[in-house]
Each structure stands twice: as structure tokens, then as C-alpha cells.
């Protein structure tokens, strides 16, 4: 069992950066898989980027490849995302997700869910 609150949203110029970051509380909430998704009205919810529980394996969606870091801090039971290079489509709703298993980019997979935060990049 898991509970996590993303944070660190907000409004940003094309070109500029933002650290979101996701905390992280339950038992053994530093072994589950994490990632990140976003997500605007009416469409689905896009895969972003998956990290191991380690750290030691991440994965990228190619529309965010080069411009964003996932890591995680597991002494603080925290995982974020380095955003860097931003572009208007990369406005959406952000999604911190958890599981125990390494579930890829179905969101479908993930039992947790933070309740979101939202990025908008003005052009």
C-alpha cells in the first residue's frame, strides 16, 4: 500500500525547465516501480517514463527523450522528474504512478496514483 502526492507544477515559458517530484509513503514504498504519465481532456493518458526501484533501469517516451530525467531518491522516498527544454505540447495534467512490479508503459498496470499536477508551457 501506497500513497503518493505530486507537486511541483506549474507555468513555465517554452524552453524553460521544471522538477516535478512525487512523495512516496506506505510500507515499503521504496521498492515499488514509478513513473510518470500526463494526461489532458479527453484524450488518454500518455506514458512519459518508468524508473526501477533501484533506480538502476529508466525508460523514456520518445516525445520526451533527451529533455527529461526521472530519478529517485529513496532515502527520502521521493522520485522526480527533471524537465528541461519544455514545449508547449508537453501541457498536461501530470500523473505520479507506482507499482510492484515493473509495468511498463500501460497505465492500466499501475495499482497507485497520485492525483496530479499541472504543467502548462506557453509559447
Known amino acids: 500500500q501506497v500513497q503518493l502526492v505530486e507537486s511541483g507544477g506549474g507555468l513555465v515559458q517554452a524552453g524553460g525547465s521544471l522538477r516535478l517530484a512525487c512523495a512516496a509513503s506506505?510500507?515499503?514504498?521504496?521498492?515499488?516501480?514509478m513513473g510518470w504519465f500526463r494526461q489532458n481532456p479527453g484524450e488518454d493518458r500518455e506514458f512519459v517514463s518508468v524508473?526501477?526501484?533501484?533506480?538502476?533501469?529508466?525508460y523514456y517516451a520518445d516525445s520526451v527523450k533527451g529533455r527529461f530525467t526521472i530519478s529517485r531518491d529513496n532515502a527520502k522516498n521521493t522520485m522526480y522528474l527533471q524537465m528541461n527544454n519544455l514545449k508547449p505540447e508537453d501541457t498536461a495534467v501530470y500523473y505520479c504512478?507506482?507499482?510492484?512490479?515493473?509495468?511498463?508503459?500501460?497505465?492500466?498496470?499501475?495499482?497507485?496514483w497520485g492525483q496530479g499536477t499541472q504543467v502548462t508551457v506557453s509559447s
Open positions: 504512478a507506482a507499482d510492484r512490479l515493473y509495468s511498463g508503459t500501460n497505465s492500466r498496470n499501475y495499482d497507485y
Open positions: 506506505g510500507r515499503a514504498s521504496s521498492s515499488y516501480v
Open positions: 524508473i526501477s526501484a533501484s533506480g538502476g533501469s529508466t
